[in-house]
């Protein structure tokens, strides 16, 4: 336990912050916002993806808001004329059981031009009696107002309307579900609102009920809870979907239910509304969780359009539930969901009036926060003082447990009891904690890492150095013999622009040159032996062993070269010259290991393989080839196309090399280049049987396609010279190197 007492404490600091923020005296953040995704996580996972065919939605789509004769009624807002017909046509007809409007009708309607009649009678034809007379007749039949208002009367309509931050009024609201006299004691604390846009009065007088359509929005903008309760003026109203429910089973009343303050430890809240046998629970703001049954279309769409019209077939509609909104581009009434990050609004009312009727509303108990300390608490102690006493394996065992156990519980309690109790808190106590002792004893035994990092940081790159530190014994610079690739990468021209360049912008060329392609080395793998003047030397296969050697030097060799096409553009707009580099690559067998003097160590590579690799780095600007690989290395890599250049005896060495260019990665390089490819070897096969005329055919077709390609010019230049000089039928094909 002594020996554990740093960990112990670390552990304990990490359970006393999260427990501050369960409190709520210092908020973390990153909690809040894992615990939203886990909200919408478990509400994705739980969610039965059905349609519900009691509701049904009218939509104001773009097929409605089409012109009259493309079978449309034009833009929005239509005639209310219209929208008493379709009042009329939706009950007396489709014999609907209800409609909710997810609409607000703020403004009257001019539409009829009653307005323009009125405003001449009292100025221009003031006076006219024929006029007033028979303005006076017509009225009736203008005022779309009163029309439409006059089909709702008696009828189960529920308008809507918004309440807004600002100090504004407009419409009319309609009378409170509940007033201040509705609570005993304290009020409660819920969402609270300035000011609102209600229905003109006409329409509101004569509609059955109203219900606001404020959904909250959490900070991550995503709309997840609907507020069943507003206050406004000091009186308390209800949401659309609450109204519609109420209106359907005779307007019961609206009673609230306050938390238990004992047990909740302070809540204060309404726990609960009740109207007539349904029990709605609600959160610390008094709103409910919608209970989304999936995205969007989980109820049945109908172009409000087709019901004018009685296009719809009337079972389709009759007995149900009906909401009338739009989902209309432009107008606006599109949310971002846990399902579905655009979401229509109208379909949040359906989702709440189908979890309402099925009483299948998950809401967070006025105990939550409680059983979240509590859990909190007890497993963050538990764990605290389990984990450093364990190895890493059990360690990761109890940590796995202690995981399944919060979530089992947790995912369960909101499935099967419509429970939603904090967890991101729960959650980061158990990896928090796990991380904090694995770290710990991380970097207690990173001695050998350090050691490692200190013989090879400066070869290799940091993600190498971390794999060869999990076991640092493996790992030495005495010498040995291995199988290995080595590269060099040499400057073309280096004398030429060291001469017109200041040392001090040299410098800085080369820092801006040999940096990048490091970078590249260390990608795949390789480590680097050393920098000599413009060259870079590098090998794969040690300090730690690599069957794919061969490949990821010349995938190097190739992100090389792209790497510095890509450099130009930034050294051309610094004035530096065009930089080109040949790249030389071997593969076979090498010593390896800390080579120098007394005075001076280095861990390198020698051998025949390393001098033939400098030797064809050295020829690739006699062929005009970026990369030149030996037949060693070309064996070796099953999955990149190379074309074979020639077979050469370089300058000290007896025997003769086949050797290749590299094009790409067998599934990057094109049909076309593959087809120049193959045209070279049939050259190549031609060139070496001494058939003079049809090889120099097959290269000049290959020089007309690409005709700064060196390597055809020094064929040809060959054939011509090999024609007036033949090698003799002992030739082989090989071309001596008489220089490096």
């Known amino acids: 336990m002594k020996k554990n007492l740093a960990r112990i404490s670390l552990g304990i600091v990490v359970v006393l912050l999260l427990l501050t923020h369960v409190a709520d005296r210092l908020r973390v953040p990153f909690v809040d916002s894992l615990e939203a995704i886990i909200y919408d996580a478990r509400l994705k996972l739980t969610m039965p993806r059905t349609q519900d065919s009691r509701i049904v939605i009218l939509d104001i789509n773009e097929k409605s808001l089409l012109e009259r004769e493309r079978g449309g009624e034009g833009r929005w807002p239509w005639p209310r004329d219209r929208l008493a ?50 303005l006076h007749q017509i009225k009736p039949q203008l005022d779309y107002d009163a029309i439409f208002a006059q089909r709702m009367k008696g009828r189960a309509v529920v308008l809507g309307y918004s309440f807004i931050e600002e100090r504004a009024k407009k419409g009319m609201l309609p009378r409170p579900v509940l007033t201040p006299a509705g ?178 509303i998950k809401h967070k108990p006025p105990y939550a926060t409680g059983a979240e300390f509590t859990m909190v608490l007890l497993l963050g102690l538990a764990l605290a003082l389990l984990l450093p006493m364990l190895n890493p394996q059990r360690a990761m065992l109890v940590t796995l447990s202690a995981l399944v156990l919060a979530l089992g519980i947790n995912l369960s309690l909101f499935q099967y009891v419509n429970i939603v109790l904090p967890l991101a808190s729960v959650l980061a106590t158990i990896v928090l ?96 032996d050393k920098y000599m003047g413009d060259c870079i030397m590098a090998f794969w296969g040690a300090p730690i062993g690599d069957p794919d050697h061969a490949r990821n030097a010349v995938l190097a060799a190739l992100d090389m070269q792209r790497t510095l096409k890509g450099l130009q553009t930034e050294f051309s707009d610094k004035r530096w010259p065009e930089i080109r580099i040949g790249v030389g690559l071997n593969s076979g067998r090498m010593s390896v290991g800390n080579m120098g003097s007394r005075v001076r160590l280095a861990y390198t590579v020698m051998g025949d393989a390393v001098n033939l690799a400098s030797r064809l780095e050295g020829i690739t600007r006699e062929y005009g080839a970026d990369i030149v690989v030996s037949e060693g290395t070309k064996t070796a890599v099953s999955d990149v196309v190379f074309r074979e250049i020639d077979r050469v005896r370089v300058k000290g060495k007896d025997a003769a090399v086949t050797i290749y260019e590299p094009i790409g990665l067998t599934h990057e390089v094109s049909r076309e280049t593959l087809d120049q490819v193959h045209l070279f070897h049939a050259a190549l096969a031609l060139y070496r049987t001494q058939e003079w005329n049809m090889a120099e055919q097959r290269i000049r077709q290959l020089k007309e396609i690409a005709p700064t390609n060196r390597l055809h010019d020094v064929f040809l230049e060959r054939i011509a010279f090999l024609r007036l000089n033949p090698p003799g039928p002992a030739w082989d094909g090989t071309f001596t190197f008489q220089s490096k």
């Open 85 to 134: 017909l379709l009042l009329e046509k939706l009950f007396s007809r489709y014999q609907v059981a209800v409609v909710g409007f997810d609409v607000v009708f703020s403004e009257r309607d001019e539409s009829s031009g009653i307005r323009v009649l009125e405003r001449l009678d009292e100025q221009e034809l003031n006076g006219v009696p024929e006029f007033r007379t028979a």
């Open 183 to 360: 609570f005993s004691g304290e009020r409660p604390r819920v969402v609270s609102f300035s000011g609102y846009t209600g229905n003109i009065s006409v329409l509101q007088d004569n509609a059955a009920s109203a219900g606001h359509f404020n959904p909250l929005t959490d900070n991550d903008g995503v709309t997840r809870r609907v507020p069943m309760l507003v206050e406004y003026g000091g009186d308390y109203y209800e949401p659309l979907s609450l109204a519609m429910i109420r209106l359907m089973y005779g307007s019961p009343p609206v009673k609230p239910i306050l938390a238990d303050q004992d047990f909740s430890l302070g809540y204060g809240g309404v726990q609960e509304l009740r109207t007539g046998s349904y029990r709605i629970p609600v959160d610390a703001d008094g709103a409910v969780l919608v209970p989304y049954r999936g995205p969007r279309a989980s109820f049945a769409y109908y172009p409000l359009v087709d019901v004018l019209n009685e296009r719809l077939d009337v079972s389709r509609l009759k007995g149900k539930i009906v909401l009338i909104g739009a989902t209309a581009p432009g107008m606006l009434d599109l949310r971002a969901t846990p399902v579905d990050p655009v979401f229509p609004g109208v379909e949040i009312h359906a989702n709440l009036i189908a979890g309402m009727i099925d009483k299948n």
């Open 433 to 528: 904690l796990f991380t904090l002792n694995m770290a710990y004893g991380f970097f207690v035994e990173a001695h050998g890492k350090r050691q490692i990092t200190g013989l090879f940081g400066q070869y290799v790159p940091p993600e190498l150095v971390d794999e060869m530190a999990r076991d640092p014994r493996s790992f030495s610079m005495q010498g040995e013999s291995r199988d290995m690739t080595v590269l060099f990468a040499d400057m073309r021209g280096f004398t030429t622009i060291a001469e017109d360049l200041d040392a001090k912008v040299l410098s800085q060329l080369m820092n801006d040159f040999l940096t990048p392609l490091s970078e590249v080395i260390y990608k795949h793998r390789g480590t680097i």
